[in-house]
């Protein structure tokens, strides 16, 4: 299995999407987070669950500012069709978008739908996954708190870790519902991806080491997640994987997962940017890190996996 993530890594990938300015200290942002009205999601469509979390229906929306949109208290699972990436009625490849968020929250907009948006006139279909949250209470008040005692005092990372094997199911379940509608989406049963950041990224790979038949993606990505695993599945599918070497909260590991993967024969590329820190989804740096969607693009269509 994938090496132990320490408290004080797992607690750093909360702040996925949450950008910081450098005189601010860390956990400042969580002062200026604001509630935001939840959102009519008429295309979500709900995947099952085995285990329900406490409260179910305290789920919250909240902003940093205005183009980034944090979803708390997640107790139902969704995927989400993109309408934009469904013309056609051809089958093309999928991509199912992870968002990161520490396992406390979901980083919808950096990590989601700016992302799926960038991706739509690729040639395939993309698709959201909302999965589960820890539970943080009722209401805004009760989320500041939650993520102020994360960020501001580095609290509760043995709890956070808890909601990892949730998240990990829900990216099985996203799978297995994309191949099972294939049909109707137009999708190739056999192009089935995932592209996971931060937090979604430690999804990603913990479906891709379970290596479920019906839940195993056909190819995957991983942005500035886990660079360290020994696990490697049995004819593991082609991985994408970028990260910079400043990155707060992954950059210390070492990049066995990136040689396991060679090692076992697999396809894989690895962009190690110079800058660029974490979260970079979405949010221009001037760093070589902004490079990174160009270059999943590429490996998109080098691979087959986009049209040409």
């Keep these: 299995m ?3 993530l320490s408290s004080s890594l797992l607690a750093g990938t909360v702040i996925v999407g949450c950008a910081a300015t450098a005189a601010a200290k860390p956990g400042d942002w969580v002062n200026g987070v604001l509630p935001v009205a939840k959102p009519v999601e008429p295309t979500a469509i709900p995947l099952p669950v085995t285990q329900i979390l406490p409260n ?3 789920e919250g929306w909240a902003r940093q500012d205005p183009s980034q949109r944090q979803i708390y208290n997640v107790s ?3 995927i989400t069709p993109m309408p934009a990436s469904m013309g056609g009625t051809a089958p093309e490849a999928a991509v199912i978008l992870v968002p990161g968020g520490g396992f ?6 950096n990590e989601g739908y700016d992302v799926a948006s960038r991706l739509a006139p690729l040639g395939v279909r993309v698709f959201i996954l909302k999965y589960r949250t820890q539970p943080v209470g009722d209401g805004i008040d009760a989320y500041k708190s939650a993520i102020a005692a994360t960020f501001q005092r580095g609290e509760g990372a043995a709890e956070r870790a808890k909601l990892i094997p949730l998240a990990v199911a829900d990216t099985q379940s996203a799978i297995r519902m994309v191949r099972q509608q294939a ?3 137009h999708v190739d049963p056999a192009r089935i991806g ?5 937090a979604g990224a430690i999804a990603v790979l913990g479906a891709l080491q379970a290596n479920a038949a019906d839940a195993r993606p056909d190819f995957a990505g991983m942005i500035y997640g886990p660079t360290q695993a020994d696990t490697v599945p049995a004819k593991a599918p082609p991985l994408f994987a970028a990260i910079a070497a400043d990155d707060r909260f992954f ?6 997962l990136i040689s396991n993967w060679r090692r076992s024969g697999a396809s894989v590329e690895f962009h190690l ?5 974490h979260g970079f989804a979405s949010q221009p740096k001037g760093n070589t890190s902004d490079a990174w969607f160009d270059e999943f693009t590429l490996w998109l269509k080098s691979s087959g996996f986009a049209k040409p």
Excluded: K, Y
Aim: net charge negative; charged share 20%; hydrophobic share 35%.
């Design 56 to 58: 179910p229906d305290a």
């Design 183 to 185: 049909e109707q989406w």
């Design 251 to 256: 950059g210390g590991q070492d990049f066995s």
């Design 194 to 198: 995932v592209l996971g950041f931060s």
């Design 273 to 277: 940017f110079t800058s660029g820190g």
């Design 104 to 109: 406390q929250f979901l980083a919808i907009d």
């Design 76 to 78: 139902h699972p969704t």
């Design 2 to 4: 994938m090496r132990r």
